[in-house]
């Protein structure tokens, strides 16, 4: 038979010049079609006109579809430069994480310096005074907020590590409180 008579619209799309088999003719052609609609690659001058010339309600459909697919297309790039984004900033949160410990272990491993440098009669324990001296000095003041030491009311922190309330923070009492505040923030 006639190939007219199979494919009764032939014969409007050829009366345009334009053949739709070449686009249109099986599901492959046809894929690789709306792909070239999708990137719009002379998809307005090879394929729209004609189609439209012939179809006009066509039209809804070409334009839907090219908002659709360059909608979806966004989003999946926005999504992969989120999602990178997203990762760098955990990584770099954790390296953060990491040199800020590693420079509170440093400061830990400095405690009992720290503690003898306050202890400005060599008695081996540290009373209020002498405890609030050395917070009024810059080095001792920055590496105990280094390990987020509450530097601020050395009267109150003085209280707290002074768990057997005599009025002293022995060695241990001052490294095991300081110890337990830092612990303590990290579960909080």
Known sequence: PPRSTLFPYTTLFRSGGWDHEEYFSSVLTSV???LQ???LDQWSDKIARHVINNQPGMLIFFVLFICFTSFCLLNIIVGVVVENAIATSIKDERKMRKSKDKDRQV???QLRDIF???DTDASGTLDLEEVEAAISKPEI???LRMIEFPVDDPRQIFVLLD???SGELTIEEFITG???MKDRKSVV
Request: hydrophobic residues 45%; aromatic residues 20%; glycine residues 0%.
């Open 178 to 180: 300081c110890m337990r």
């Open 141 to 143: 003041y920055n590496k």
């Open 116 to 118: 003898e440098e306050a």
């Open 107 to 109: 400061v830990f491993a």
């Open 37 to 39: 609609l999708v990137t």
């Open 32 to 34: 690789f079609t709306l």
């Open 163 to 165: 768990y057997d309330d």
